[in-house]
């Protein structure tokens, strides 16, 4: 897969969330999520994050003890949008190809499939995973120690030739 296809993944995935997202109940919203302490708001005020710059994260990471979970988790809860703001604020991201800081086109498009299934679930709703998608999310959520400047491109394309060699299985790691 290469990285438009990444992006188009991504793309399709905030406006699946967003439609998903405001056709919930605030009863849904209050809802807890699969995300421990997160209610199904919370993941979607987590996802209004994905284009956070340096100067958006650096004081609640210091505010967090500079542990970076305790912070994704402290501004997400402190994200003051409603439903409405979060869905808009998903799909302005459409056709962006801005990251948060430091993060790789892979990690959002990690969030976007494993979030809504992490709102999805517990609300007994199915939402169909992308195959193609969801093993380039699984195939960097299992590489060890990822080089974050290695191509996400170059790393699809080496699973591409590993599946087309295994006949279509997915190749486990040493």
């Known amino acids: 897969m290469d990285i438009d296809q990444i992006w188009r993944h991504i ?3 905030r406006l699946d969330f967003a439609d998903l997202f405001e056709s919930l109940t605030a009863e849904q919203l209050a809802a ?3 995300c421990e302490g997160w209610t199904v708001r919370d993941v979607g005020a987590h996802l209004t994050m994905a284009h956070a710059r340096l100067r ?3 004081w609640p990471l210091v505010r967090s003890g500079f542990s970076f979970n305790a912070m994704v988790r402290r501004a997400a809860l402190e994200v003051t949008l409603t439903p409405a703001e979060i ?9 962006s190809r801005r990251t948060a800081v ?4 892979t ?3 990690i969030d976007i499939l494993v979030h809504t299934q992490d709102v999805a679930i517990p609300l007994g709703m199915h939402v169909k995973t ?6 380039v999310a699984i195939e960097r959520t299992f590489s060890p120690c990822p080089d974050p400047c290695a191509s996400p491109v ?4 080496s699973l591409s030739r590993q599946r087309t060699s295994t006949g279509g299985a997915v190749p486990r790691r040493p």
Request: aromatic fraction near 6%.
């Open 11 to 13: 793309d399709q995935g």
């Open 32 to 34: 807890p999520s699969l």
């Open 56 to 58: 958006d994260v650096f």
């Open 87 to 95: 869905s808009a604020t998903l799909r302005s991201f459409v056709g």
């Open 102 to 105: 430091g993060i790789r086109p």
């Open 107 to 109: 990690e959002p498009l």
């Open 130 to 135: 992308p195959g193609q998608a969801a093993i």
């Open 154 to 157: 170059a790393t699809t394309t």
